[in-house]
């Protein structure tokens, strides 16, 4: 984080109230910001679903303020603000730091690899992906601890043009995630263009972009994406972004071990809801879509997702020989999916 950007970040944080002298009700509120825009339906579900449930849990102690993505930070700064305690943690996307490493490009989102988000759940909380993780913020961000990390929903492709197979992606403009996202994408033809979330909508009216591996369909039905990119691809082709949550090592160690408990539990389960929530959510939307006819949902065949996902597969390979970390992440996503029998 430069210093014109720290300054600001900290002016941000103080009008905001981020620090000791916020008020809430809680006895400590952490501040966490998210990769989600304010509209967002997986903001709105955590808020009203289970923020509260965390103070219940802790009898009041402790309670979560999320914030929308660069409310505070530039989205690729969290970890900084989290080392120096301008923010108390994130909820946010791995796939931003993969500038950093291509580890974190693979730990991300491994293109096309899982097949649901249930998958990714696992594989974090049972298949050593949380430890992963933290090993690579151990490597390159002083004082970040990992709670956890996850996924919630298959990312459904939005498009102002119809995109029906593998030869369709040839010269399309499409914003994707910086890393391996975009690796596949330039593989396949297309010439994918980094951007904000927030900035997506703006893009795809101005023909900056002609499609968007943006997030799940809910959202960009709350966003507003289908009112200008009529053909959305659903199922999503490739991408179920993994998602962090990491606090202050600072912070974590002020926190009592039955608040450390709470918080971790508190996360798979609100995670576990959300992933239900959405797949739920996805379809009565899809279903609703369908039925009024203004849109034309693209459901690729398998044959078109299987030569993806070769495409994307040697991605995988130049990828994990980039750094010794990517390759130990690639070792561990590998190892977990041939004893979930997906490879």
């Known amino acids: 984080m430069n210093i014109k950007s720290l300054g600001t970040a900290l002016t941000i944080a103080a009008v905001m109230g981020i620090g000791a002298g916020a008020a809430d009700a809680a006895d ?58 301008i923010l108390d943690g994130d909820l946010t996307s791995i796939n931003y730091f993969a500038g950093v490493d291509p580890a974190f490009a693979l730990m991300g989102d491994l293109i096309a690899g899982y097949d649901s988000a249930d998958q990714i759940q696992a594989f974090c909380a049972q298949g050593g992906g949380k430890e992963m993780l933290q090993k690579l913020f151990d490597a390159h961000y002083e004082g970040v601890h990992v709670v956890g990390c996850g996924a919630y929903a298959r990312e459904a492709f939005v498009s102002k043009v119809p995109v029906r197979g593998v030869a369709d992606l040839a010269g399309l ?105 959405f797949d739920r959510l996805d379809r009565q939307l899809v279903a609703r879509d369908k039925a009024a006819g203004d849109l034309e949902i693209i459901d690729w065949p398998q044959s078109e997702r299987d030569a993806l996902r070769a495409i994307a597969q040697e991605a995988w390979s130049d990828f994990a020989g980039q750094s010794d970390l990517a390759k130990e992440v690639y070792d561990a996503h590998i190892a977990f999916m041939k004893e979930a029998g997906l490879l």
């Open 173 to 277: 403009k499409i914003r994707s995630p910086e890393g391996l996202a975009a690796d596949v994408f330039k593989r396949a033809g297309a010439a994918p263009v980094s951007m904000s979330g927030s900035e997506t909508y703006g893009a795809l009216e101005k023909g900056v972009i002609d499609a968007a591996d943006n997030s799940a369909y809910a959202n960009n039905d709350a966003n507003g994406m289908h009112k200008i990119a009529k053909f959305p691809i659903f199922p999503g082709i490739h991408s179920t972004p993994i998602l962090q949550f990491t606090v202050g090592q600072a912070v974590w160690d002020e926190l009592t071990e039955q608040e450390q408990t709470a918080l971790e539990v508190w996360y798979l389960a609100a995670y576990n809801g959300l992933r239900q929530y």
């Open 28 to 85: 400590r509120v952490l501040k966490i910001q998210t990769s989600s825009n304010a509209s967002h339906a997986s903001l709105a579900y955590l808020n009203k679903e289970w923020l509260p449930k965390l103070e219940t849990m802790t009898g009041g102690t402790l309670a979560i303020e999320l914030l929308p993505v660069d409310a505070v930070v530039p989205r690729r700064e969290t970890p900084e603000a989290i080392s120096v305690g």
